[in-house]
């Protein structure tokens, strides 16, 4: 028998949109695997977004809205989700350590989404920025300042 790990789905947006998917998900009478198949993603990935683990997309609960018949209630429940991740980040926005700086979705695609960075800063040493994505990993250092502003380039 599998252990379930059972969610509080008043202790965030992110529980109570794993614990509202894995409710609609047996009340349709689905398994993870058979809900993957109607949404093309894995049993697995039902599973980590049903138990909290991963965040879902916006495309993750449109397809969950369309094959549970929902109507939009797991894409608005995904807005909350990731509203719910702004906040948490803009709570590092007066830390000294830390430079927050959020894309808008019309952007598009940039050079980071495959993968993440980590920036090293030092006062007297360039920059160093290690990036890592699912094929390789990169150690380089940046140098050099913007015109006239005094401050580092970010990348």
Known sequence: MPNIRELDPSASPLDYFGFELRRKREEAGLSQGQLGTCIF??????????????????EFAERV?????????FSRLVGLVLRNQLRHLLSYRDARCIRLQVLPFGVGEHA???GSFSWLRFDDDPDIVYTEDLIKHVLEERSGQHPGTGQRPLA
Request: charged fraction near 25%; include cysteine; hydrophobic fraction near 35%.
């Open 65 to 73: 809205d369309v094959a549970l018949g929902e109507d939009g209630t």
């Open 112 to 114: 980071n989404l495959a």
């Open 41 to 58: 993603c894995t049993a697995s990935l039902i599973g980590q977004v049903e138990t909290a683990k991963k965040v879902p997309t916006r």
